[in-house]
């Protein structure tokens, strides 16, 4: 997979509950997320296709849970590239919780 673009940056945007990634200061993408507790629920990860094919989502979900290690929080990888992505990067196993259906009831309780 290609390296993202120097230029790529993430940010964390807590009144929108998302990370944002940007290109050049233009939105290339966002995973979301909602905090339930201690844990941070990830439940959708979107690069835009204008971005696609450049490594960005990897790179946006690494500085992600770096950010959520930082703040003292758990990960729940509900959204399916969130938990891809920790498959293959153990570096993050000591702060992942598994999805329950009380987590996914939650999620969709607080999202209908």
Do not use: N
């Amino acid at each position: 997979m290609p390296e993202p673009s120097t230029a790529a940056t993430v940010e964390r945007v807590d009144a929108r509950h998302r990370y944002e990634i940007l290109v050049d200061g233009a939105a290339a993408g966002f995973t979301a997320y909602r905090d339930r507790g201690e844990q941070r629920v990830f439940y959708h990860t979107k690069i835009d296709d204008a971005f696609a094919g450049q490594g960005l989502a990897s790179h946006l979900v690494r500085e992600a849970l770096t950010d959520v290690r930082g703040a003292g929080k758990r990960i729940v990888p509900v959204c399916p590239y969130v938990a891809k992505f920790l498959k293959r990067h153990d570096e993050f196993a000591d702060i992942v919780d598994p999805v329950t259906p009380e987590v996914l009831q939650w999620l969709e309780a607080g999202r209908g």
